[in-house]
């Protein structure tokens, strides 16, 4: 069993539509994650970051943890196309400096 | 600021041929990171370097991966002999000592062994 499970998608919505990504994972341990945004041919970019439980609201972006569900959200509002793009969960254990534990990624197409 | 770079962007070698990737991580990061992406799988860690010792080498697949980063600036990660399945995107990520904890992505060199 994976650590971290993300359905790979695709996922196709129209430009304005808001966007639901979610991660499970098993390990309890985790208490830092994140979602990066991956563009084709580019390196993962860090767009939301939250430890323990809670929600973190940035702009267009909401990341919420539950960690007794041991699952994590990521909101976009009113897409854009140039929101389309892969977007990894990702998550590590206590120190916060310590490896990164990803998921598969979600494409997300976002069509005007 | 430059961000952290990454040479070659592309290596095309054959099966049994040695290759050596390269990264410079963000002036000033202690910490680098090595991760791998395999065709249809998820990113994976490799790696962990704290200034120019190894703090987690927990993530490597065998010995024909060696990583060094001497005088603690920048790292190599050579394949040694490559075979097929190393095929993939090696990452290179870096932070700096202390918070926060964001790690800082290279562009990734995609390494092809035919």
């Known amino acids: 069993q994976k650590e971290v499970e993300q359905d790979p998608g695709p996922l196709s919505v129209p430009e304005g539509a808001i966007v639901s990504l979610n991660c499970t994972y098993s390990?309890?341990?985790?208490?830092?994650f994140m979602w990066y945004r991956q563009y084709s041919r580019k390196g993962p970019e860090l767009l939301m970051y939250?430890?323990?439980?809670g929600n973190k609201e940035d702009g267009r972006f909401t990341a919420q943890v539950d960690k007794s569900s041991k699952y994590i959200s990521l909101f976009i509002r009113d897409s854009q196309p140039s929101d389309s793009a892969t977007y990894l969960c990702?998550?590590?254990?206590?120190?916060?400096?310590?490896?990164?534990?990803f998921g598969a990624g979600t494409r997300l197409a976002v069509h005007p | 600021e430059a961000g952290v770079t990454q040479f070659p962007s592309h290596s095309v070698i054959e099966k049994g041929q040695t290759v050596t990737l390269r990264c410079d991580p963000i002036?000033?990061?202690?910490?680098l990171y090595w991760y791998r992406r395999v065709m249809g799988k998820e990113i994976k860690f490799l790696l962990h370097?704290?200034?120019?010792?190894?703090?987690?080498e927990s993530g490597m697949p065998n010995n024909r991966f060696l990583a060094e980063r001497t005088g603690g600036t920048y790292s190599t990660l050579k394949v040694q002999p490559a075979e097929l399945e190393d095929s993939g995107v090696y990452f290179c990520?870096?932070?700096?000592?202390?918070?926060?904890?964001?790690?800082?992505f290279g562009p990734g060199t995609r390494l092809t062994v035919t």
């Open positions: 390990n309890s341990a985790f208490q830092y």
């Open positions: 990702a998550m590590s254990g206590p120190g916060g400096y310590n490896k990164l534990i």
């Open positions: 370097f704290v200034k120019e010792s190894k703090q987690d």
């Open positions: 002036s000033g990061h202690d910490n």
């Open positions: 939250t430890y323990s439980s």
């Open positions: 990520a870096s932070r700096p000592s202390g918070g926060p904890y964001e790690q800082y």
